[in-house]
């Protein structure tokens, strides 16, 4: 009987291990992104810090300078799941990578799919407001 009760609860474990597992991608960078403005030309800093603001503010998203052309963006959602980016800035580029998060599964290599989510809406709402007259 024990044994049966050992086996139940190693099968249980795996279970729970593999949904667990499940429940991360690797994590996704969005290194050397285009940044064009609404005439095509390329988008200056100034502008391209703008874009992200605009773009990722009203998704909760918060930023602060820390360097010429460098950016830590901060998403806190539902006060749960935190995130922190290193965002470079350069005439018509820009590049988001991980810095650090709470609650994502983080693991070194693999994180909860949401984060890489969150990062391309946060780079497609950017490129959306650069093309904005």
Do not use: C
Not at 2 to 17: D, Q
Not at 85 to 101: C, E, L
């Amino acid at each position: 009987m024990i044994r049966i009760l050992r086996l139940f609860a190693l099968a249980a474990a795996l279970i729970a291990l593999n949904a667990q597992a499940k429940n991360v991608d690797p994590i996704g960078n969005f290194e050397n992104q285009s940044a064009t403005n609404a005439s095509g030309q390329p988008a200056t800093v100034q502008q391209i810090k703008a874009a992200l603001s605009n773009g990722g503010g009203p998704r909760g998203w918060t930023f602060k300078e820390v360097g010429p052309g460098q950016l830590v963006g901060s998403l806190n959602v539902r006060n749960k799941h935190q995130v922190m980016v290193d965002i470079a800035v350069t005439p018509g580029m820009f590049s988001i990578k991980y810095k650090d998060s709470a609650n994502m599964n983080y693991d070194g290599a693999m994180i909860n799919p949401h984060y890489n989510k969150w990062l391309k809406i946060l780079a497609d709402d950017a490129r959306k407001e650069l093309a904005k007259p």
